[in-house]
């Protein structure tokens, strides 16, 4: 909606409220702090304050100043999938990703060793699959509840010996939610007392039926412990996305999620992020939540030191001017006076919030102390 407060006009200007709603009452306007005014009569004020008051940086929705356009059906590229593991506590989310990344690290790639970025790639064939690998399912639904839609397929791992559990059902719940597809890894079947068909007959009551009993749900009995079928597995994701059609611009400023983020003491702040649309390159400059600063450094998931990094592909970016918090959006901003403002903005509501809790708070002491 293009209005702004009162007193969200008054932080902009850097004059007191009280200045502004004298103005407004001097044009016959009675205002509160709170009130919203629209556009003219901003700008009107503002003009009455000696301040230019510039329309796209303040009233209108913050992502328009950035690249957020439609991609032309022609620009469109294929895209390899982003795939979260999800499940029970114990059921060995930790222990199939690690299954995966080790036996998957191509043999004389540099480093060979991976670097915790919060996500790495694996290549299957000549494709490639990203996977999550922030601790199991809470930053998953982290970022769902902030409204980041970072993956395509989610593997429900389900331990053979123990069934669905109620965290497999709220993973299930998630991931239906965000209407990822599911592909079960029933796990841990090299152990004695794994019972994998009762594990189907308990997705089926949750409505997943096993595509072997008629219904759409890729099952694949694994061993993440002995690394039996996790080739299978990996096909399957494959299939997966091949239906899905994955697609985004290379062709485009960057966009995308971070991941997770942390200080480092030597290197500030560092954040993961996932390229889902456009290529991120050195140099650019990146808004993310309420940090925001020029790409100082980039690493893939193999500890290497990259230029540039396209959709689907994970990076750990340096030069931020503060941490942000996973699930933000990262966009490439090109007018960086634009940027600031935009920082400075969600900046100023951040406070408002800050201050409303407060004043809350002390109300309810307020009551408590009668
Ligand atoms: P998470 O909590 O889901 O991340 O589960 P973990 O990966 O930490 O695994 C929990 C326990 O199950 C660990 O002791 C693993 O060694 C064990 N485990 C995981 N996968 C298998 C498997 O395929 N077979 C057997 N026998 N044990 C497994
Ligand atoms: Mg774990």
Known sequence: PETI???ELAERMKKPAAEVIKKLMLLG???SVNENLDFDTASLIAEELGCTFEKEIILTDEEKLFNDVEDAPESLKPRSPVVVVMGHVDHGKTSLLDCIR????TEGEFGGITQHIGA??????????????????????????????VTDIAILVVAADDGIMPQTIEAINHARAAEVSIIVAINKIDKEGANPDRVRQELTEHGLVPEEWGGDTICVEVSAKKGTNIDQLLEMVLLVAEMKELKANPDRPAK??????????????????????GTLRVGDLVVAGTAMGHVRAMNDDKGRSVKKAGPSIPVEILGLSEVPEGGDVFYVVEDERKARAVVENRKFKEKQERQKKTTTVSLDNLFEQI
């Open 102 to 105: 080790n036996t998957n690290v």
């Open 5 to 7: 407060t009162v007193g």
């Open 256 to 277: 995308g999620t971070v991941i997770e983020a942390q200080l480092d003491k030597g290197r500030g702040p560092v954040a993961s992020v996932l390229v889902q649309n």
């Open 120 to 149: 790495y790639r694996v290549r299957v064939g000549d494709k490639k699959i990203t996977f999550l690998d922030t601790p199991g399912h809470e930053a998953f639904t982290a970022m769902r509840a902030r409204g980041a839609l």
């Open 29 to 31: 306007i009675m205002a």
